[in-house]
């Protein structure tokens, strides 16, 4: 159980498009998932919280016009990257919380490594 | 401010040594610390969560405590597919869940 997938796994896009990554909660409802940033070598950088039905909360530095969060159903989370530049390649994670049995332990997906050229 | 510290930040073991990785955490009350293992170009896996002070949980060759200020992961007997980076993580109480991230021990176990 509490299986998180993402699609794509790998995204390779041109400078000024946007990309749109997919975040599934498979065998659980999720009420609020989390996005992550990671740099090579380095620990995963939260960016934001997203609650469904209501709008993300963003962590401090992260441009919410940039990265656009949307939580449509208590099993997706969407993150849209509008027009990436290259600094925006990196990998990003996703996590949801499965509060079926009242805990909060947060199961991660696999990640998108996306590379803007 | 919340933190999370990991020691060593590499760790070298030979198949069988046993050994153990840190992790010592501040936080304005805790709901939970957590331990995940991952690998290079995936997410982290869920390995543990520990509530409160004096809790154990074990998994194979893993085995996780906690105390007030540090909580240990610890290796027994590690085979070379144990090579991995180990993550640590505290979740505030009263938060929506966010983890606050180590920055991880990158354990290799040679052959």
């Known amino acids: 159980g509490a299986v998180v997938s993402q699609h794509p796994s790998r995204v390779i896009c041109k400078s000024g498009t946007s990309v749109k990554i997919e975040c599934r909660s498979l065998?659980?409802?999720?009420?609020?998932m989390f996005w992550y940033r990671q740099f090579p070598k380095k620990s995963l950088m939260l960016m934001a919280t997203s609650n469904e039905g209501s709008k993300a909360t963003y962590e401090q530095g992260v441009e919410k016009d940039k990265f656009l969060i949307n939580h449509a159903s208590l099993t997706l989370s969407t993150l849209t990257v509008t027009s990436a530049h290259p600094e925006d390649s990196s990998f990003y994670i996703c996590?949801?919380?499965?509060?079926?049995?009242?805990?909060?332990?947060?199961?991660f997906g696999p990640g998108t490594r996306l590379t803007v050229t | 401010e919340d933190q999370v510290t990991q020691s060593p930040e590499a760790l070298r073991l030979q198949e069988g040594e046993s050994s153990s990785l840190n992790c010592s955490y501040t936080v304005s009350g805790l709901r939970g610390l957590f331990w995940y293992r991952q690998d290079p170009g995936k997410g982290p896996e869920f390995l543990f969560t520990?509530?409160?002070a004096g809790e154990e949980k074990e998994k194979e060759r893993l085995k996780a405590t906690l105390t007030k200020k540090e909580s240990f992961l610890h290796i027994t007997a590690p085979k070379p597919e144990d090579s991995a980076t180990y993550l640590c993580?505290?979740?505030?109480?009263?938060?929506?869940?966010?983890?606050?991230f180590g920055k991880g021990t990158k354990l290799s176990v040679k052959p």
């Open positions: 996590s949801a919380i499965d509060r079926a049995w009242g805990t909060y332990e947060q199961y």
């Open positions: 065998d659980f409802q999720a009420t609020t």
């Open positions: 993580a505290v979740q505030a109480r009263g938060s929506q869940g966010n983890l606050i």
């Open positions: 520990l509530y409160s």
